[in-house]
């Protein structure tokens, strides 16, 4: 039987652009500088969910990818339907998601995609222009709390269908877009005309999904400081 590594279909410019994963608990304890031979330059993990899940992990994961020489950063998955983005948004950085200006810390990243606890209603009950509003809450507390908008990981399908294809974050976000399989990143979501991160399979090499950022090692580095 084929193992899903093997059915990685990896990007044209992979070799020319830092390479990267995301872990959650699912990947339990990671051996970080195994990770970081392997080719790694940085790593996203889950720190909460809603207001009600931390990851368990999350402490050896942020801390030993560090210690294993990885830019890392923290991703909220975000329940919209079960509080306010304002309230998603301060629970996360008071357990992981905070950002300082170190060079190894990326910034804090929401994870906004289609609902997994009730398929017949993708968007999470809500309306286009709610939707829209609660990115905004929770953006406008990472900001207020860290000094840094967060990056939108999300899928340009779930983004115009969900919000309408709004273009109202592009400008000041910088965009995770996830498309698997594919050679190319594809269609992004409104608003946006390039990508920052590109998770583009959720098997490979490394742990956990695959990830691209689009830039040098330096502009990875640059990005992490705020420039």
């Not at 093997?6 to 608990?25: E, F, I, K, M, R």
């Not at 190319?184 to 490394?206: I, K, M, N, V």
Request: glycine share 10%; with cysteine.
């Amino acid at each position: 039987m084929t193992s899903a590594a093997a059915l990685t279909v990896v990007p044209a410019s992979a070799a020319s652009l830092p390479q990267g994963h995301d872990v959650s608990s699912h990947q339990k304890n990671v051996d970080w500088r195994r990770t970081r031979a392997d080719g790694a330059a940085f790593v996203y993990v889950k720190a909460t969910e809603s207001t009600t899940y931390r990851n368990p992990r999350f402490d050896q994961q942020y801390d030993g990818a560090r210690s294993g020489g990885l830019l890392r950063g923290a991703y909220h998955f975000a329940v919209p339907n079960r509080s306010s983005g304002r309230t998603q948004a301060a629970y996360f950085v008071a357990h992981g998601g905070d950002w300082q200006a170190d060079g190894w810390t990326l910034p804090p990243a929401l994870d906004i995609e289609y609902n997994p606890y009730d398929a017949r209603h993708p968007c999470y009950r809500l309306s286009k222009a709610k939707t829209v509003s609660w990115i905004r809450s929770f953006s406008d507390e990472v900001r207020r709390e860290t000094g840094r908008r967060p990056v939108i990981y999300t899928t340009a399908q779930w983004w115009n269908t969900c919000t309408g294809g709004s273009a109202a974050f592009a400008a000041d976000h910088a965009l995770w877009i996830a498309r698997h399989g594919s050679a190319h990143a594809g269609e992004l979501p409104g608003g946006w005309s390039s990508w920052t991160f590109w998770q583009y399979d959720d098997a490979g090499s490394l742990p956990g999904d695959q990830d691209l950022f689009n830039g040098s090692w330096n502009e990875l580095r640059d990005f992490a400081l705020g420039y």
